[in-house]
């Protein structure tokens, strides 16, 4: 798979993305849009995780912004480390971009820290303050935050996405002390029946985080939650 444009529900300040990491996530989000509703998940992100080794033959020029493994998380605890410092090392050959890693297993990542390209953003997926054991099989957001706060050196944004119903001030408590430069925020787009806020909440939930200086970016499928709070 060659390089790819960033298009549809991605983030817009990314150009990029690109993955060499194939088989199943570890997490088994009920939302992951890898699987397909229609055509359900393809054959490259089925069975155990591994590399797919032509995908290191790809070349990342200059001047962009990739999103690195963006159907897969890089830092999942069941990928093995030689595996994930393969990939940083490609990054690396190509030192005039900057490359974005979002996971729900900070706690991993810290073991790469000095593996990194220098230029490298660092994400976490935080949907809620409530536990998550009903979608899926990633750490629970208390522990995502905890060892997010430690993650220190790079660049760091937090994406609520799928946002799910939360308890305002004990998130933006979280948020606040995690001291993130940026945080996405963006809501289901394929329909999954989620415990979704009213966009009240969601509201408020910005106004706190903005009042505390931190830059808050919402997606454009925020829109639906909006709009169902006007009918």
């Not at 220098?118 to 060892?147: C, K, M, Q």
């Not at 979704?196 to 909440?201: A, G, R, S, V």
Request: net charge neutral.
């Amino acid at each position: 798979m060659p390089l790819k444009k960033s298009v549809g529900n991605m983030y817009p300040w990314v150009t990029h993305t690109h993955s060499h990491l194939g088989g199943e996530c570890p997490h088994k989000c009920v939302y992951c849009y890898v699987d397909n509703p229609r055509f359900g998940r393809p054959e490259r992100y089925r069975g155990e995780l591994r590399l797919i080794e032509k995908e290191f033959e790809v070349k990342y020029g200059m001047g962009k912004t990739i999103f690195m493994e963006n159907c897969n998380d890089l830092f999942s605890i069941d990928v093995p480390g030689p595996m994930i410092e393969r990939i940083l090392s490609h990054c690396k050959e190509w030192p005039d971009n900057t490359y974005v890693f979002q996971t729900k297993d900070p706690f991993k990542v810290r073991f790469h820290l000095s593996s990194l390209p220098v230029n490298s953003i660092l994400g976490v997926t935080v949907e809620t303050n409530r536990d998550t054991e009903s979608i899926g099989r990633a750490p629970l957001p208390a522990n995502r935050i905890f060892f997010f706060r430690h993650l220190k050196g790079f660049r760091r944004f937090i994406t609520i996405e799928p946002i799910l119903d939360f308890d305002v001030d004990d998130f933006a408590a979280w948020l606040v002390m995690a001291r993130p430069d940026f945080v996405n925020i963006g809501a289901d787009s394929k329909g999954h029946g989620l415990p979704e806020p009213p966009f009240e909440k969601v509201m408020k939930l910005i106004e706190i985080l903005t009042s505390e200086g931190i830059d808050v970016r919402e997606k454009h499928n925020l829109d639906r939650l909006r709009t169902v709070e006007a009918r």
